[in-house]
């Protein structure tokens, strides 16, 4: 690994300053994807920026219509929160099938989100539960957020604070794991508000993407019938040895018709 | 360009200049000579650098030393007893014959003890899914599981 100058400021105003003066910085969140990559040199700040000492950025706040969850909040919390479970269930499920046991201790859903891995499980949930993504100086609808491979909408040194979901009346997440490393393959969030109906897909294509076919014909019926018939081309889905993207193309549609069907049960 | 970073490992304050690069598992084996933590990948997947930092599992090769500064830190050093009485754990490793070349294996005793501490009432079903961070490429699980059975249940009897 190489060298880098190692920050950790006690302020958000203090991060968002450091981050701004590097020259070319990363944040540290949970780690859990930076320092592999680092390790294997993917990524090489000359500045990171620990904001394990950032006060206000971990916890979770539940509303009438939202759950906020803090940027430094790790998928173990988000896992056995039993405010999570209760309002979002769906959320708190996605958290715990995150890694493994150890990662989850570390890893943070701000990590994750501002990763953006087309395989992480996060993004789905963030798009599927219309969610907003605070930073330290705006917010940025879901629908916004996730533009392709590893790229946000966030700028170079911009923080994420926190991310609000909406509380959906019905969500399920369910994915089809790559066996060896637990990332999915394919994975659906389907989550239901009322009459409207949104399906969050991750793992097919450069980053998370809605399939308004099949949230258009879910909005009429929500069922896995409704869907069974709704295949996405597989003109631009990933390809690689662990999945052909006619397969990719096949599992999107199993994956969602699974969720709805959990969602509805 | 190293920093000062102090932190408690098994019970006793260690202080140390580092490089902010140096991984947790670098510090604790090639600093502190604490080799029992074993780095079997490179990429957080095989689970035999597992510690305890503040009592929950991590992955010290996936950790920076610097980001440990004043946190507790426990190694598989740190569970037996002082009199080398081991930790009922290590005891139902030994005696469910839970290793066969060792590597996995302070790893594989420091998840066991995090999901103990979790799930005191896990089964084999929940125990084998709450090892999906660790690989033993000797073993094929069966007594690592049995000896975790056994081990949960000594360390609910002693409470
Ligand atoms: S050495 Fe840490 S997970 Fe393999
Ligand atoms: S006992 Fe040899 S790797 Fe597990």
Redesign the interface.
């Given at each position: 690994?190489?060298?880098?100058?190692?920050h950790?400021p006690k302020s958000l105003d203090e991060a968002s300053s450091a981050a701004k003066d590097a020259e070319d910085r990363k944040i540290?969140a949970g780690?859990?994807t930076l320092?592999?990559s680092?390790?294997?040199r993917l990524a090489a700040p000359s500045d990171?920026i620990?904001l394990?000492d950032v006060d206000g950025l971990k916890g979770i706040t539940v509303g009438s219509d939202t759950v906020t969850i803090g940027a430094m909040t790790r998928h173990?919390d988000v896992q056995t929160s039993a405010d999570v479970q209760k309002a979002i269930p769906a959320l708190a499920a996605l958290a715990g099938g995150i890694?493994?046991?150890?990662?989850r201790?570390?890893g943070t859903i701000g990590g994750s989100v501002a990763h953006s891995d087309p395989a992480a499980d996060y993004p789905a949930a963030v798009l599927g539960l219309d969610a907003t993504v605070k930073t330290d100086n705006r917010e940025i609808a879901a629908d916004d957020f996730f533009t392709g491979l590893f790229e946000t909408a966030l700028e170079e040194a911009e923080i994420i604070t926190a991310i609000e979901f909406k509380i959906p009346d019905a969500a399920a997440y369910i994915k089809f794991p790559q066996p060896a490393?637990?990332f999915a393959l394919v994975g659906a969030f389907v989550a239901k508000f009322g009459g409207d109906v949104r399906v969050a897909i991750t793992g097919a294509k450069d980053c998370v993407f809605r399939v308004t076919e099949m949230e258009q014909a879910l909005a009429s019926n929500f069922s896995p019938d409704a869907i069974a018939d709704i295949q996405i081309g597989d003109d631009d889905l990933l390809a690689d040895i662990h999945c052909a993207a006619d397969y990719r193309a096949h599992l999107v549609t199993v994956m969602a018709k699974r969720a709805v069907a959990q969602a509805a049960g | 360009?190293s920093?000062k970073v102090s932190m408690n490992v098994n019970g006793k304050p260690v202080l140390a200049d580092v490089?902010?690069?140096t991984?947790l598992v670098q510090y604790l084996r090639e600093h502190l000579g604490l080799t029992g933590t074993h780095v079997g990948c490179?990429?957080?997947?095989c689970?035999c650098c597992?510690v305890h930092?503040n009592g929950?599992?991590?992955?010290s090769?996936?950790?920076?030393a610097?980001?440990c500064?004043g946190q507790d830190i426990t190694t598989i050093e740190g569970l037996a007893e002082e009199d080398g009485t081991l930790h009922p754990m290590q005891q139902a490793f030994w005696e469910h014959h839970g290793l066969q070349c060792g590597f996995c294996t302070p790893g594989m005793v420091m998840?066991a003890c995090?999901?103990a501490r979790?799930r005191p009432d896990a089964d084999e079903k929940t125990i084998r899914h709450?090892l999906?961070?660790?690989i033993c490429r000797c073993t094929g699980y069966q007594h690592i599981v049995e000896a975790i059975e056994s081990g949960i249940k000594a360390m609910n009897a002693k409470g």
């Open positions: 690994m190489y060298e880098f100058n190692y950790r540290l780690g859990m320092i592999p680092m390790k294997l990171l620990d394990a173990y890694g493994d046991p150890s990662v201790h570390r490393s637990g | 360009m920093t490089e902010p690069r991984l490179d990429t957080s997947q689970g597992n930092l929950e599992a991590v992955k090769c996936t950790l920076f610097i980001q500064e998840v995090d999901i979790r709450e999906e961070g660790n």
